[in-house]
């Protein structure tokens, strides 16, 4: 299967930032892939802006240095990159004061698509903003990009997003989450809409409950201080398990456009039940014993021994409206647990009655939708066991992986960066959360983390590469039910 690859309008793109690890790592390296699937038209422009002192020439050898580091070994064509960077260009910026600003004018075209890339800290997107004003770099055909976090409560969220009002319209800010780019999260909108097998079935009467794990085996490595002011609860749950669970849960949208969709998204938000506090689990992982210097304990790699901030969070959630009644969303995520997986879980209710017996065995239908790794879907039907012996039930995957199914050319890995960046150039915010979706989130989070202040909530300890704390697993099974293993 070949894949279609449409070119993007002629664009300038300027990465405030440009020198910082999320544009060497993410950004840059994601640019140039799209550059050789040929979706950039020969008149775009990238115009890197930082703090560092220094010029296109050093910029662009940079640049190299970062796509040679952080593409997939032996994927990067070396006179492709040579194209590439050439017409990179590279401005020293400050966000807070006028140097560099006359120079990045210079730099700007008119007529093209104009984007700004905020790869910087929050805390200079109204510096960034308002001096994008000041020296008329904006016109309609603008757009701003912002990165996470977007504010540490409601109070910070709401700030930033007035600060960005004052001089963008919503429909120019595109706030990223990066889940939302991945290929498995817009197939699920595909599988679910565009299908009449699942969507009958998606409701209380039918789903028994829906499990949402992200899991890492990576503890907080050298970002210990920044993760310390934020954990999982910030850092994951208010913003990625959100928007998962928003798109799980949400009605279908009349029609697939960005407006439509982040409606229906809105309306899970404001739906969610407030969460009892013995709904959720908070761990902190323990140093590995086996390897205590590589692997240290939270607190030593927060570098806060009495630190309370949690590296793993496992609750319970209701969402209260006609669908979902009744039904349980748990959600799941944490560091330094046993496996990297991302995984949603449709776990179907039982038959309502076995006329095979008991003794055959029964199989819960499971829709698992995997968003890394090996991206894919799996649904878990029930068949008899082949051969003989009567009537036993067992239960097998019918098995969607992407690129299984679809062949190389088909499965082709497009990082979610590249493609968010592309549809910022293409104008579509669909991918995108809205202001108000923001806000909330954080509505909806703040009085937890309110909540564990108050109480002077401590996480509990829990083994490196395990599952996380055991409360967690109790969380299930006063429910009777059990999380799925985390597996890689
Ligand atoms: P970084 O510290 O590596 O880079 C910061 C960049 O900002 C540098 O290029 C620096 O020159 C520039 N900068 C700092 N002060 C400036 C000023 N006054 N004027 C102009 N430029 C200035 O940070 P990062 O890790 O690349 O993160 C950038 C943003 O992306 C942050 O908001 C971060 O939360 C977010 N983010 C990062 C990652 C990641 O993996 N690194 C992931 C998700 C979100």
């Known amino acids: 299967m070949v894949s279609r690859v449409i070119p993007v309008d002629p664009f300038d793109l300027v990465i405030f ?38 010029d296109d020439a050093a910029y662009r050898e940079m640049v190299r240095d970062a796509i040679n580091e952080f593409s997939d070994e032996g994927s990067v064509d070396a006179d492709k990159l040579t194209s590439f960077i050439a017409d990179l260009s590279y401005v020293a910026i400050d966000a807070r004061g006028e140097t560099g600003w006359r120079q990045l004018v210079t730099h700007m075209r008119r007529g093209v698509v104009r984007a700004f890339y905020f790869s910087v800290a929050p805390s200079l997107f109204g510096d960034l903003a308002e001096r994008l004003n000041n020296h008329g770099l904006t016109d309609n055909n603008s757009r ?20 960005l009002a004052a001089f963008f319209d919503e429909s120019q800010i595109y706030r990223i989450d990066h889940y939302l780019g991945k290929e498995t999260v817009q197939n699920l909108m595909a599988v679910r809409f565009g299908n009449m097998l699942f969507e009958p079935l998606w409701n209380s009467q039918f789903v028994d409950h829906i499990q949402i794990t992200v899991a890492e085996t990576v503890g907080v490595g050298g970002r210990g201080e920044y993760y310390d002011k934020s954990g999982a609860m910030r850092d994951m749950v208010q913003n990625h398990l959100m928007q998962l669970l928003c798109l799980i849960a949400m009605e279908p949208p009349a029609r697939f456009d960005p407006d439509a969709v982040r409606d229906e ?77 991302s995984e949603i879980s449709v776990m179907f209710k039982d038959t309502p009655h076995s006329i095979f017996g008991e003794e055959a065995g029964r199989h819960r239908n499971v829709l698992s939708i995997r968003l890394q790794p090996n991206e894919g879907m799996q ?10 012996g009567g009537m036993r039930l067992i239960d ?47 509505t909806w989070t703040d009085p937890i983390i309110e909540g564990w202040t108050k109480r002077g909530d401590v996480p509990k300890p829990y083994d490196s590469h395990s599952a996380g704390p055991d409360a967690s697993t109790q969380l299930m099974r006063r429910d009777g039910r059990e999380w799925r293993e985390v597996t890689p």
């Open 144 to 163: 701003i990009v912002v990165e996470k976090p977007f504010g540490r409560d409601l109070a910070s969220a709401r700030q930033l997003n007035q600060d």
């Open 265 to 341: 998204k809105l309306k899970v938000i404001r739906a969610l039940e407030p969460v009892e506090p013995h709904h959720i689990i908070r761990g902190q992982y323990d140093a590995d014993p086996t390897d205590p210097v590589e692997n240290p304990s939270y607190r030593e790699g927060a570098e806060n021994p009495s630190s309370k901030t949690e590296s793993f969070i496992a609750m319970k959630t209701h969402i209260a409206n006609w669908r979902w009644a009744g039904t349980p969303f748990y959600l799941r995520t944490g560091k330094r647990l046993s496996a990297r997986s």
């Open 17 to 54: 930032g440009g020198t910082g690890d999320l544009a060497r790592r993410k950004i840059l390296p994601g640019l140039f892939r799209r550059y050789c699937a040929g979706q950039m038209p020969p008149e775009a422009r990238i115009i890197g802006a930082a703090r560092a002192d220094i």
């Open 396 to 442: 097998v995957p019918l098995d969607m992986s992407f690129a299984d199914a679809l062949g190389p050319d088909g499965g082709e890995n497009v990082d979610a960066y590249e493609r968010l960046i592309m549809d910022v150039i293409r104008g579509n915010q669909t991918l995108f959360m809205r202001g108000d979706e923001v806000e909330a989130a954080w």
């Open 379 to 388: 649904l878990g039907v029930t068949i008899k066991e082949p051969g003989p």
